[in-house]
C-alpha cells in the first residue's frame, strides 16, 4: 500500500511544516524514532479556538483532531522524506481543552486515530494513545496532538 495513494484517495493535500511558535524544533529523530511536536488544531489557517463540553461539541472536537493529524503527516513526511517509510505510529497523545465535567476526550481523539488507521492501514497505524483533558491549550487551541512514529 501507498500511503500517498491513500491520502489522494482521501482528498489530503500535505500541508508544510508549520513555524514553531515557541523555543521548540518541529521533530527529533533518534534512531528510528521521530518524535513529533504537538501540533495544534487549525482551521481556515487559523487557530481552532474553543473548549470541548463549553462551546465545542464532540464531533467538531473529532474533525479538529482529524484536521490535527493531518498536520502532524505533512511534519512527519518533511521529517523523513517519504511516509512510506512509516513502520508504525507508535504513539499519539492527545490535549482535549475541555471543562470539567467533560469525559469524552478519547472520542474527540478518535478523530486523529482513524484518519492515521485509515492512511497507513491496521498494523502501521494502529498505535498505543492518551486523551488528556486539560484546562488550557496554548492560544486557546480546542486540541493539540503529539506523535511518535517508527522508520525503516
Not at 107 to 120: D, M, P
Request: glycine content about 10%; some cysteine; hydrophobic content about 45%.
Amino acid at each position: 500500500m501507498n500511503v500517498y495513494d491513500q491520502l489522494k484517495s482521501l482528498n489530503i493535500e500535505l500541508p508544510p511544516v508549520a513555524v514553531p511558535a515557541a523555543a521548540y524544533v518541529p521533530f527529533v529523530q533518534t534512531g528510528n524514532l521521530v518524535f513529533l511536536s504537538g501540533h495544534i488544531a487549525k482551521k481556515g489557517g487559523q487557530v481552532w479556538a474553543g473548549q470541548l463540553g463549553k462551546n465545542i461539541q464532540t464531533a467538531e472536537g473529532q474533525q479538529a483532531a482529524r484536521a490535527v493529524a493531518i498536520d502532524l503527516l505533512g511534519t512527519l513526511h518533511a521529517a523523513v522524506g517519504d511516509l512510506n517509510k512509516v513502520t508504525r505510529i507508535v504513539k499519539v497523545m492527545s490535549l482535549v481543552n475541555s471543562t470539567g465535567d467533560f469525559t469524552e476526550q478519547h472520542l474527540v481523539t478518535n478523530g486523529c486515530s482513524e484518519l492515521l488507521g485509515q492512511v497507513f492501514g491496521p498494523q502501521v497505524g494502529a498505535h498505543a494513545r492518551s486523551a488528556f483533558g486539560v484546562a488550557q491549550i496554548p492560544l486557546g487551541a480546542c486540541v493539540e496532538i503529539e506523535l511518535i512514529a517508527e522508520i525503516i
